[in-house]
């Protein structure tokens, strides 16, 4: 007998991390799965970092640290927003937690009510939806379309708003489509907002260093909704440091103090160890995550024009990030013997199986029409994968 709580069987498994896992076990197998399903760069830490971490151990970094986070990384936190993002957060508006998805969690435990509705944008990363339904919130989905490049317009977003709304999340780059929101779009969105007191938004930056427009503009700079965003950011993408798990806020400061109660509870604070290397990303002087960007911006290159000589994929090429959401309904209904492709999920289990390729049906994001491809791998790989996915799809009639 299974007593699983409703909680917990209210909630749907990460279709990131499932198709992560499925190609991680076809690849134990010897098959030659090519993993383009869970987005994590596919570069080391950088050196600087990782030698920051083997110092805090020899300097014994080994009790339990602050639970917010330890002060002085507060304290670059804070100048970091400062430097970057023309953001002011004192030390203690900011709270690190074990990765931005923990930060996400975090600020829905601490400002969502039963029954309150938080505002999400189809395509919206996975974990948005089910993080929404853990806090007992009610997701509410506003849909976009590729000819719209994937954004909501600002009457969209006023017509969702509800005396209900608590929270919209706002993510940009986005995952999974790689769409950037222009200065004046976030405004737009901003001037809505500012209009309706005790809605907050929740804007997860995590991508802001993967971005290819030239800047990046954060939520919490335009000063009529400062208070009211909750700005989440993290060192996985920027710095390759996916396996670390550091992700932080910067939020008004009565929010911080009830994540840091609610932390208190749940993790007393994140890894000594991890903090003292992320001090060192967010301080360091080094040109590594920019190397990276332009590497990430080669491959977006380098797939996008693979994937558009793709009968029926119909893609935008993406601002940020590095995932491509090609539109692929052009497939639905199409046979190859057995297998039929009703839907975006029969589609990526179609390319895994027959192409040994894993990518993530758009379904998990709120949009059955698409699939996510991660381009953080090698350009041998993407090629490879580009032609076995062409050669596959061929076969469907
Ligand atoms: N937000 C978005 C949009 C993401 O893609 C990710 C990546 N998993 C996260 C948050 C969380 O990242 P992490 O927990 O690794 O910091
Ligand atoms: N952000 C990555 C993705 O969307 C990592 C997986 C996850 O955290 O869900 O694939």
Redesign the pocket.
């Known amino acids: 007998m299974e007593y699983l709580s409703e909680r917990l069987k209210a909630l749907s498994v990460?279709?990131?991390?499932a198709m992560?896992q499925k190609s991680r076990e076809m690849k134990a197998m010897g098959i030659d799965v090519i993993n383009l399903?869970?987005?994590?760069p596919d570069f080391h830490t950088p050196d600087d970092i990782k030698e920051a971490a083997k110092k805090a151990i020899d300097d014994n970094f080994t009790s339990y640290p602050p639970v917010p986070g330890y002060a002085d990384l507060r304290e670059a936190i804070s100048e970091k927003f400062n430097r970057e993002n023309g953001l002011d957060y004192s030390p203690d508006q900011i709270i690190v937690s074990a990765?931005g998805?923990h930060s996400l969690i975090n600020v829905m435990l601490t400002i969502v009510n039963p029954d309150d509705e938080v505002i999400i944008f189809a395509p919206y990363?996975?974990?948005y939806y089910d993080q929404i339904i853990l806090a007992q919130g009610k997701p509410v989905v506003i849909n976009t379309t590729i000819d719209n490049d994937f954004k909501v317009t600002p009457s969209q977003l006023e017509e969702a708003i509800t005396p209900k709304t608590r929270a919209i999340i706002f993510n940009s780059p986005s995952?999974?489509t790689g769409m950037v929101y222009t200065r004046e779009e976030m405004e737009s969105i901003a001037r809505i907002v500012e209009k309706h007191e005790g809605v907050f938004i929740i804007s997860d930056e995590?991508y802001e260093h993967i971005t290819f427009t030239g800047e990046h503009v954060s939520m919490a700079s335009f000063d009529s909704v400062y208070d009211r965003v909750i700005t989440v950011n993290g060192v996985?993408?920027g710095y390759a440091m996916?396996g670390w798990r550091i992700g932080y806020i910067g939020a008004p400061l009565w929010l911080a103090k009830g994540v840091n109660k609610l932390q208190g509870q749940f993790t007393s604070g994140v890894s000594s160890i991890a903090q003292r290397a992320a001090l060192a990303a967010v301080t360091s002087t080094g040109n590594s995550r920019e190397v990276m960007r332009d590497a990430f911006l080669k491959r977006r290159d380098l797939v996008c024009r693979l994937l558009e000589d793709i009968d029926g994929f119909k893609i935008r090429v993406p601002q940020g990030a590095f995932?491509v959401f090609p539109e692929i309904s052009y497939y639905f209904g199409k046979k190859d013997g057995e297998n039929v492709i009703n839907d975006s999920t029969d589609l990526s289990m179609y390319l895994l199986e027959k192409a040994h390729v894993a990518v993530?049906g758009g379904a998990g994001f709120g949009s059955p029409n698409c699939i996510?491809l991660?381009y953080a791998a090698s350009d041998k790989e993407l090629i490879e994968a580009v032609k076995r996915i062409k050669e596959v799809l061929g076969k469907l009639k």
């Open positions: 990460s279709q990131t991390l992560a399903s869970i987005g994590e990765g998805k990363w996975v974990s995952n999974p995590i996985s993408k996916t995932y993530v996510r991660s």
